[in-house]
């Protein structure tokens, strides 16, 4: 993976003043998404050049051996790919109604169901989850606005680990 | 699978057991994943295991009974193996297929074993052909056919059906003059039960004693056995104290036993760890085969304990595919050992549940006694599985030895929170029939109102 570092500095001086939640860039074997907004301070910790830059595969492994999320019952090291972990405080948490692998585009090489910042309605697909073959289509459940996205794609999910935070629109 | 991926096994149990498992594994130097169901994220083997994943919700259907999410966990974190202890998807044939179809190492025999010997009548089969004293009986698919047999076999007699197992539908029969309408129900009830109306008809033996013999085979044509174990002591066939070895034997018999132990494992060249069990007519010194249990059993300490062998630990190394390391002459019975079952389960009101929080938990530290159990100080037990909460194990030179040190450890255990058997427990160590050791597998029922007359 080689990224040419000036060039990232320059993407990062010019987002510094653009107006933006979510900024996608890809380029060869090469996806940088940045994130800002309502995505929660860990994710876009000062320490690193570019906030929240998040280089991840996007297509589903097989079902083989895949990285898993620390959960609380989990005591090894945290995530390293910049995924924020925990739910956005205030918001709704769409949760793994079971155990299995997670996918966040209907098929590989497909955009994903949904971004940061899109509405979504109960009956919304949000994500997949694979559980021995068999793929189950997870429904938001709430009316509002993802806000952040828990899970990576093709990483074992466990049941009841969050995978979005919705801001509900109809909080009053 | 690469023969480079190092051995990692997901144990898929709770409770003591899963502890148990892991300790075997932690002490074989190898990694272990539990799975888990959402309300035991905290249990004690949750925070023992190497990685926890939450299968499903708490309710056991969702959870610890789900092939799919159990295998899928299981290879996607990457094991090699899968131990599934006792209970639960321990015997289920749907979970070692599963296993094999995804180059997961079930820990227990081979699918086709499971199947044979889940079933009443292939297993009695394979207990024939090995020579092994089955029950005088057999299937039956008319009223009239049943009538006819059990006039040669002699009443009583009991009805059960043939297929599926737990006691369903199993009638107890005195006389000729009931048998059909007795037949008749357990039929349409096999039928709605399991779509197999056959019937079972076949000798009650009314003063029996459980015992069963502790097997092991590798996948090298070797087997052996680990002597015997006597869990006469029951309450509806749910066992509450069991021993190595069983002291109601003769030398002679207990050769006998040993024997159609090792012939019935050689029958099908079992592999893995398993008991086979009997029942035992004192009176008339004669054997009869009951089951076999191929997988490792609640009651596994005692045999530990007088053989000094790790049985879990010979489990894992079997299903990895190494020989014995043990031949039948390196086993011996030294002394004697007793297993009490405490559970959440009340003794003043008829063995009923009592789940709750553990106010006070403190074992007394004795020599002699081994203690396994996931309870803790302060673990809220929940209502959702077995009412299991700790095996109490003594060793002692003798049988009254190891009894005495049993009233010691009950004397001295602080428990408070959930009502439990243990009062039933110090009272059963006090019986003269226990004492004496002659107890069949229908006493305690028997018993129990008379053993807690006194709420004390």
Redesign the interface.
């Known amino acids: 993976m080689d990224i040419d570092l000036a060039e990232l500095a320059s993407l990062v001086a010019l987002l510094k003043e653009a107006d933006f939640t979510e900024f996608r860039y890809d380029k060869g074997e090469t996806h940088i998404v940045v994130r800002r907004g309502a995505v929660e301070a860990e994710a876009v910790r000062p320490s690193s050049a570019a906030p929240a830059a998040h280089i991840a595969p996007t297509t589903p492994a097989p079902l083989a051996a895949q990285p898993i999320a620390p959960g609380d019952t989990q005591k090894s090291k945290p995530s390293a790919s910049g995924i924020a972990r925990n739910p956005v405080p205030g918001a709704k948490v769409i949760t793994a109604p079971m155990l299995g692998t997670f996918y966040g585009a209907p098929k590989p090489g497909e955009p994903p169901f949904v971004h940061i910042g899109d509405a979504v309605g109960p009956d919304s697909v949000v994500c997949i989850v694979e559980v021995m073959k068999l793929m189950n289509s997870v429904s938001a459940e709430v009316s509002g606005t993802i806000v952040a996205i828990h899970a990576e794609n093709g990483e074992l999910v466990e049941f009841g680990q969050p995978l979005f935070s919705v801001q509900e629109s109809s909080a009053s | 699978m690469t023969a480079a991926k190092p051995r990692k096994v997901f144990v898929a149990n709770r409770g003591e057991i899963a502890l148990r498992i892991i300790e075997a594994c932690d002490r074989l130097g190898i990694d272990t994943v539990l799975g888990?169901s959402?309300f035991d994220?905290?249990s004690l083997p949750?925070r023992r295991a190497g990685?926890?994943?939450?299968?499903?919700?708490s309710h056991a259907s969702e959870?610890y009974l789900n092939v799919?999410?159990v295998?899928?966990?299981a290879?996607?974190?990457?094991c090699t193996a899968l131990h599934p202890g006792y209970g639960f998807l321990s015997e289920r044939v749907s979970l070692a297929q599963?296993c094999a179809d995804?180059d997961l190492i079930f820990i227990g025999p081979q699918p086709e074993h499971l199947d044979i010997l889940g079933d009443k009548l292939s297993a009695r089969r394979v207990a024939q052909a090995a020579g092994v004293p089955v029950s005088p009986g057999g299937p039956t698919t008319s009223g009239e056919e049943a009538l006819a047999l059990a006039g040669q076999i002699g009443y009583p007699v009991l009805v059960k059906a043939a297929f599926g197992g737990g006691g369903r539908g199993m009638k107890l029969v005195h006389d000729a003059k009931d048998l059909v309408a007795a037949w008749e129900l357990a039929a349409s009830e096999a039928q709605a039960a399991f779509g197999d109306g056959t019937v079972f008809v076949e000798r009650f033996v009314a003063d029996a004693k459980h015992v069963e013999v502790q097997i092991l085979g590798d996948r090298h044509g070797n087997h052996i056995h680990l002597a015997e174990r006597e869990c006469s002591v029951q309450y509806r066939y749910q066992k509450m104290l069991e021993e190595a070895p069983c002291t109601a034997l003769e030398e002679s018999a207990r050769h006998t036993l040993h024997g159609y132990a090792l012939s019935l494992a050689r029958q099908i060249n079992y592999v893995s760890l398993g008991t086979i069990e009997f029942l035992y007519d004192v009176q008339r010194n004669a054997w009869c085969f009951l089951e076999v249990n191929p997988r490792v059993q609640v009651e596994h300490p005692v045999t530990e304990s007088v053989t000094g062998v790790d049985l879990v630990r010979e489990q894992i190394l079997v299903a990895f595919g190494e020989p014995l390391s043990l031949r039948q002459e390196d086993i011996r019975v030294d002394g004697h050992a007793i297993e009490l079952r405490l559970t959440a389960q009340d003794a003043h009101r008829g063995l009923a549940p009592s789940p709750g929080t553990l106010t006070r938990w403190r074992p007394a530290p004795l020599g002699g006694i081994r203690l396994d159990t996931h309870l803790y100080e302060n673990y809220r037990f929940p209502p959702h599985y077995d009412a299991l909460m700790a095996k109490i194990i003594a060793w002692g030179p003798d049988r009254a030895a190891a009894l005495q040190r049993l009233e010691q450890a009950l004397e001295r255990l602080e428990i408070e929170g959930p009502r439990t058997n243990l009062p039933l427990l110090q009272r059963l160590l006090k019986t003269p029939e226990v004492v004496k050791n002659n107890v069949t597998t229908r006493w305690l029922e028997d018993a129990l109102p008379r053993l807690m007359e006194d709420p004390r």
Do not use: E, M, R, W
């Open positions: 888990v959402a994220k905290n949750a990685q926890t994943v939450v299968l499903g919700p959870s799919d999410a295998v899928h966990a290879v996607a974190t990457g599963a995804n």
